[in-house]
């Protein structure tokens, strides 16, 4: 059985009530039992009694969870089926490896800094200017792509490693992440102006790697070992004068936070260093919210309906939901209308868009859906994965509204 | 095994995506809520009424059976494959074709969630009575095979009470509409009564017309707390002897307080023996009487009785209520449900047989009941694994039955026959009744291709 040995209590625990089929997208917009959480389980657990043996059409079930967690939360047994679904895919990989495209992309490329930054600057020059020579490839498997914004430089090119401020009253690390480096380094800006707005010296390693969440995902638990403890010491020994580390990738942080404990369950000796490190993670509108925000520097001079939707990492990985939303409040004349299954997935789910683009592209229309119905100019959210995917999702239905990392719409309030 | 000639037939009639014939896809089309499986030789998901009686005609045809399924939550094996059979899937039949307020009726494909029918009609101020615990994920053609209760029924019935009208494909491949949009009984004999509840043996539903009811101006819920769950029970005999019927008298013991406890903190206290969950609705001026009528009534035996305050902490209460059956797990991984109900005036009386049920047996019994209708789901907790303790649960499983049997009481409430109480069916109804049974099927299906093997064997 193998890894799957360790999780069999928990596999057997499902009494098959079904009561996780409202939770599992995947499930409700494809009516297949194989695509719900039962059905995983069920078949992990076949796996695991001997009674399957992994075939291709296994891979597909396991490889299509979102892993959106919303499972976890509804399953009146506490079975976490999420985890159960990364044991699975653990699992494979022990067993086959991982295919060649999640291999290449998300476990090689990501994990390497010159590699990813090579990627992003082919792909928004070179890539783009020949995508735009090509009618009707304005959407890759439901991505938006000809409107994926690359950074021309990396964000962590374009600044140094310390921004001072007059009266330092917080010192913050900042874990920028993948995305923010090499894709949306505007919302990168938008975090260090409003941390700098607020009296906090930020501090911005330049040898930051990848946190290891899309390695982890495929099982891939070396490489994610490899990454996180390289952020791990660089944050704590060379930059430990940072009080916090701060992070504005929901999935980042709930990486950083979380499943770095898990991941290191097994070193005994290395874990309380990784302890001391999850417990100074922070996410940027639970940092915002616990120092506090002069409301009276926020300027805004046209009413603004504004929407949030709440990225799985954030509400179901760091539990944070509130924050973002008093936050955005805070800013004058904003008008917050609350969405029809804010705290659903968007779609995203990591390379699952790319992968399973079917199921995925349903989910993000239900959700283009959703906020077209609150009327709302803007569309907030907490994590760039999620960003991106909305914003493709809304141009594709032919939509208006832009999306905005809240540390944007937050940046906009202030003057200069 | 299907011959690729069937499989290819079958992909030109529902489309590629549609069949399932794959191990993972048998392997999950092969359970249901119970402990039972079993391996169909494919699944095929139609989206039209014609689609379904081409289904038909092909697997007549070939001599294959059928195995109607809906969302695969049921609690007594009706959608488990028996052998040669393929799984015919409604979960991607989910239209909401008409909402009609005027008329109070729905029109509904028979793979809509009743959960997602719910929100539909909540926001146009209407709301379909029958919700089963499983309602977020069980589908209204489920719902209807089982003929399923839930914790409304008390006051408002059961899912039949709520079916106007069918169009269901018939095994020879001829499709008939029974009943329609009028309130009054069709002519002649009731056809949608016979099929509802008749899992899927009779005939396969493609169309459901369903009454439904404006949402009540008002409603209250309260909590009725208690030692144990014998002095519950005579709070439920006492409210019904006084001639009141709230909307719901669900009752919970000791051990599903905790369960459900540990998944919702909605903060039922986990020392009390036992909970009423009391719920009336109607107009905001008649709350407060009703209230106090029933406060008064429940605090002569219960220690004690409150009313729920806010929106959320009647969520909270409900939330527990129907995740009853999903916690046990939590104690044991295994368990087995029984619905037997008798007449209310028995209820004490039921309470008692189960405990002692369990005494005897020496086994983990966890009480849930829609007490109202006299309805009881003893969960007896075990471990499959474990072949001995499974046998004891069985033969306290058939005590259960027997018990209610005495009691004049039925071995089903709501939950069906399926497989699981086939075995008791003939203690409740005399050979002669059973004949009849069987008569009615072999009308229907002489051949005996949809759900063979289910409620009876002919």
Redesign the interface.
Known sequence: MGVLADVYEMLNTCNKCGGCHTACKTYKLTGSEEMSTRGRIQLIKAVADGKLEPNEEYEDAIMSCLLCGECAVTCPNGVHGNELVMAARRDLKLRKGIKPFAKSFALKTLASPKRLGMGFRLFGGMGKSVLNKIDGLDYFRGIDIKNFPTAKKPFLEQVPEKIKVQNPKHKVGFYVGCFLNHSLDQTAHSVVKVLTKNDCEVIIPKDQVCCGLPQYCYGDYETAKTNARKTIDTFLDKYSDAEVVLTACASCGSMLRHDYLKLFADEPSYLPKVKLFCDKVVEFSEYMAKIGVDQSKLHNSSPLTVTYHDPCHMVRGLKATKQPRELLQMIPRVDYKEMFEANRCCGAAGLIQAFYHEVSTDITDQKTQNIKDTNADLVATSCPACMLRLQGGINKAGQKQKVMHVADVMANAYED | MLSQAVVKRLKEIVGEKNV?T????L???G????LLSGEALGVV?PTTTEQVVEIVKLMNEQDIKLVPRG???NESGGTIPSEKSVVI?F??M?KIHEIDTENFVAVVEP?V?N?DLQVELAKKNFYFPPDPS?F???TIGGNLGECSGGPKCFKYGVTRDYMLGLEVVLPNGKVIQTGGRNFQSEPGYDLTRIIVGSEGILGLVTKVFVRILPIPRAKKTMLALYDKVEDASQTVADIVAAGIIPTTLELMDNLLIN??E??THAGLPRDAGAVLIIEVDGYPEDMDGQVKTIGEIASKIAKEFKVAQTAVEVDQIWTSRR????????VR???GVNDITVPRSNFPKAIGGVLKVAKDFGVTIGVVAHAGDGNLHPLILFDQ?NKEETETVHAAEQALCMMALDLEGTISGEHGIGLVKKKYLDKEFTPAAMEAFRKIKRSFDPSNRFNPGKIIDL
């Open positions: 399932v794959d191990k993972v896809g392997l999950t089309y359970y249901d809520g119970t998901s969302a695969g939550t899937s979960t991607k989910t793979g969630i959960f499983s977020k994920a069980s369960t459900t540990d998944f995740s009853a059956f999903g916690s046990v797990a939590r991984p295994s368990y694994r």
